[in-house]
């Protein structure tokens, strides 16, 4: 039997719309995945833990990896920057596993345009403007410039919902993590383009 090769979900939506709550909810649900943890150079915070939530490396760092081409997307967000590393990515596929991004629109299009036909997109957003505001100030963990800024940044976001697969709104938790299980499990069935081509050759050949 032939290896079946892993695929990718990218995730993505404002600061605040409750993406890892939801992935958290959904993780015993989906197999075997392998979730991509970002490499940044912003500071860590109260709470976080290298390796588990970012890699923390220097802005010196970070470019030479650039220069290198390590990265499979990247992107200079508030001042700091954010990548996926190539190298554990390829290594999850490799394995066969469902690999998560939780990345914005522009490592979307930076990883479609490398992995498109083994990727499934999701946006995810609260159902309001004025909701995610309120959650972003009730999270406590950003001054209110930065609140500002994400709210600016997620404007923007929502203008291009329609570069993605599937549109989530988190207006219940529980609504919200059923659906995207299922978004997960049946992007599990994407096959990539050249195995496609293999079949349709074989299937004539027979």
Request: cysteine-free; hydrophobic content about 35%; overall charge negative.
């Amino acid at each position: 039997m032939k290896k079946k090769n892993g695929v990718v979900l990218v995730l993505s939506g404002p600061s605040g719309a409750g993406k890892s709550s939801l992935i958290n909810k959904i993780s015993d649900e989906i197999g075997d995945y392998y979730f991509s943890i970002s490499t940044t150079t912003r500071p860590i915070r109260d709470g976080e833990v290298e390796g588990v939530h970012y890699h923390f490396v220097t802005q010196e760092e970070f470019k030479k990896d650039i220069e290198e081409n390590h990265f499979l997307e990247y992107a200079l967000v508030h001042g700091n920057y954010y990548g996926t590393s190539v190298k554990p990515v390829r290594e999850a596929l490799d394995e066969g596993k469902l690999v998560i991004f939780d990345i914005d629109v522009q490592g979307n299009t930076a990883v479609n345009n490398r992995l498109g036909d083994i990727t499934t997109s999701v946006f995810i957003t609260p159902p309001t403007l004025e909701e995610l505001e309120k959650r972003l100030k009730n999270r406590s963990t950003d001054s209110e410039e930065v609140i500002h800024k994400r709210i600016r940044m997620a404007k923007r976001e929502v203008q291009r919902i329609s570069e993605y697969d599937f549109l989530v709104i988190n207006d219940d938790l529980d609504e919200a993590a059923q659906k995207l299980k299922q978004i997960a499990l049946t992007a599990k069935f994407k096959i990539p383009i050249h195995e496609i081509n293999e079949f349709v050759q074989q299937w004539e050949e027979i």
